[in-house]
């Protein structure tokens, strides 16, 4: 099974300004099968990116990924109040995992 | 769009079984692979299993002894049973589009495993 760890644990920052989350997989990941997610309190996750760098639909092009074989970045450019949450990277190589998150604080 | 809503008891007995349904609207059960997930309070997500209505299934490796899912496609719904509860399974439970790409998701449903 290909364990995600993500870091920070928590990342605090201003509207503005720019977020980089980091999903790193203990064996190398098909770049066709790593996700991530948002979670905000009480609500399911919601899909961002698939596929390392790909768009869900409606998502906000200031959401980007980048990545391959084990390391993997989440950028957000320009914080927005309403990105705070929760943010889940996923692989999938068999099995379905996920990373333990990244909580994003809005300043 | 697919619209997911997870059905079944809030509150199972410790050593019972957890029973679960995902009823599927706006999207043909019969297209797409199907998932069920799990959040334990103040924690991340685990996946439990994905399933096709031909059969196929794929189970955590962890809870594969345990699990046993169906889907019904004249209902457009699939379902998760979980045996020998314990409180450890107490999570909100998610069913969700997909297999690894999960795009659509139900509202969840608080388990709580206790006597």
């Known amino acids: 099974e290909i364990v995600l760890t993500q870091s920070p644990g928590t990342l605090s920052l201003s509207p503005g300004e720019r977020a980089t989350l980091s999903c790193r997989a203990s064996?190398?990941?098909?770049?066709?099968?790593l996700a991530w997610y948002q979670q905000k309190p009480a609500q399911a996750p919601r899909l961002l990116i698939y596929?390392?760098?790909n768009r869900a639909p409606g998502i906000p092009d200031r959401f980007s990924g980048s990545g391959s074989g084990t390391d993997f970045t989440l950028s957000i450019s320009r914080l927005e109040p309403e990105d705070f949450g929760v943010y889940y990277c996923?692989?999938?190589?068999?099995?379905?995992?996920f990373g333990p998150g990244t909580k994003v604080d809005i300043k | 769009q697919a619209q997911l809503q997870e059905s079944g008891p809030g509150l199972v007995k410790p050593s019972e079984t957890l029973s679960l349904t995902c009823t599927v609207s706006?999207?043909?059960?019969?297209?797409?692979?199907w998932s069920w997930f799990r959040q334990p309070p103040g924690r991340g997500l685990e996946w439990i299993a994905f399933?096709?209505?031909?059969?196929?299934?794929n189970y955590n490796p962890s809870l594969r002894s345990r699990v046993t899912t169906s889907i019904d496609t004249s209902k457009s719904q699939f379902s998760l049973k979980l045996s020998s509860a314990t409180a450890a399974d107490t999570a909100v439970y998610y069913c969700?589009?997909?297999?690894?790409?999960?795009?659509?998701w139900g509202q969840g449903i608080l388990v709580t495993v206790s006597s």
């Open positions: 596929g390392v760098s």
């Open positions: 706006g999207d043909s059960i019969t297209d797409h692979y």
């Open positions: 996923q692989q999938y190589a068999g099995s379905v995992t």
């Open positions: 064996q190398s990941v098909s770049n066709t099968y």
């Open positions: 969700a589009k997909g297999s690894w790409k999960l795009d659509y």
């Open positions: 399933m096709y209505y031909s059969g196929t299934t």
